[in-house]
T-cell receptor
Framework: EMQLVESGGGLVKPGESLRLSCAASGLTFSSFAMVWVRQAPGGGLQTVSSMSSSGSYIFYADSVKGRFTISRDNAKNSLYLQMNSLRAEDTGVYYCATVTGLGWLDPWGQGTLITVSS | EIVLTQSPGTLSLSLGDRATLSCRASQNVLSNYLAWYQQKPGQAPRLLIYGASSRATGVPDRFSGSGSGTDFTLSIARLEPEDFAVYFC?????????FGQGTKLEIK
């Protein structure tokens, strides 16, 4: 069974940093592009960052460019998101997901909650 | 960037009814690269439909997707209790892949 498990969320103050991890199992991790999607309170979904299977193509939403860094370790079947200079508007649940086929997302992890508040 | 607008925001229906959810794109979605997801409270989104009309593994056949270009529809025939949830559309025809704002399907 394909499974993704996120970790690293928590409560932080504005300006602080966090590193999220996503551990994959049951799939050939190195074959898939991966994505971080966040869901702000109130429900909308936003693609925050994505990385191709080899790591050669990276996307960042404008709102996180220069503050967030995506990376992956195919040997460890893991995806990461280093989040610096966190802001209140970064608050939400962060999901990692596998980019399957031509671009749909399946499966998704269970999510990890980030709360940025003073 | 393609903007996806879902309607209605909330849909109130009864068990056994048919639900029709709309997703309209601001630009043509190439090759019908559109997916639908279901999200229940406290859970991650779950893939239902990809390629506008192909059901994901394990998705009941009462769920169907249709449409092309800029107008897409998710239909749910014969609503069952577990179908009441929030539904999102997502395109993957060009970066960035964006989502609609969601339609909440609630029991009337």
């Amino acid at each position: 069974e394909m499974q993704l498990v996120e970790s690293g969320g928590g409560l932080v103050k504005p300006g602080e940093s966090l590193r999220l991890s996503c551990a994959a199992s049951g799939l050939t991790f190195s074959s898939f592009a991966m994505v971080w999607v966040r869901q702000a309170p109130g429900g909308g979904l936003q693609t925050v960052s994505s990385m191709s299977s080899s790591g050669s193509y990276i996307f960042y939403a404008d709102s996180v460019k220069g503050r967030f860094t995506i990376s992956r370790d195919n040997a460890k079947n893991s995806l990461y998101l280093q989040m610096n200079s966190l802001r209140a508007e970064d608050t939400g649940v962060y999901y990692c997901a596998t980019v399957t086929g031509l671009g749909w997302l399946d499966p998704w992890g269970q999510g990890t909650l980030i709360t940025v508040s003073s | 960037e393609i903007v996806l607008t879902q309607s209605p925001g909330t849909l109130s229906l009864s068990l056994g009814d048919r639900a029709t959810l709309s997703c309209r794109a601001s630009q043509n979605v190439l090759s019908n690269y559109l997916a639908w997801y279901q999200q229940k409270p406290g859970q991650a989104p779950r893939l239902l439909i990809y390629g506008a009309s192909s059901r994901a593994t394990g998705v009941p056949d009462r769920f169907s997707g249709s449409g092309s270009g800029t107008d897409f529809t998710l239909s749910i025939a014969r609503l069952e209790p577990e179908d009441f949830a929030v539904y999102f559309c997502q395109h993957y025809s060009a970066s960035p892949y964006t989502f609609g704002q969601g339609t909440k399907l609630e029991i009337k």
